[in-house]
């Protein structure tokens, strides 16, 4: 599986983008997927996920602000950041989630930046 992400790029606080990761090769694998992000100075962290099915859930920090959508037709996943802070700026990274058994093996994009200035 391999993941590419776009949509990146300078905004101002109070501004938007929306993030977008294509997946290819062997998608059919793929059960959830989702966003990361990694700030300078700072551990990767976990921005939000959606299932195959739908369901999405973004971490505390962005809820309200930030949605999660999928479209498993282009084997797409989206990222709409609404009212971005400066503290949102960071690389996001997008991943799909293959399930094996008990565990998962995790497909990670490049990453894209998003920086917001104040």
């Known amino acids: 599986v391999q993941l590419q992400a776009s949509g990146g790029g300078l905004v101002e606080a109070g501004g938007s983008l929306t993030l977008s990761c294509v997946a290819s090769?062997?998608?059919?694998?793929?059960?959830?997927m989702g966003w990361s992000r990694q700030a300078p100075g700072k551990e990767r962290e976990l921005v939000g996920s959606?299932?195959?099915?739908?369901?999405?859930s973004v971490r505390d920090s962005v809820k309200g602000r930030f949605t999660i959508s999928r479209d498993n037709a282009k084997n797409t996943v989206y990222l709409q950041m609404n009212s971005l802070k400066p503290e949102d700026t960071a690389v996001y990274y997008c991943?799909?989630?293959?399930?094996?058994?008990?565990?998962?093996?995790?497909?990670w994009g490049q990453g894209t930046q998003v920086t917001v200035s104040s």
């Open positions: 991943h799909a989630h293959d399930p094996l058994g008990t565990s998962t093996r995790i497909y």
């Open positions: 090769g062997s998608t059919s694998i793929i059960n959830a």
């Open positions: 959606i299932s195959r099915g739908g369901n999405a």
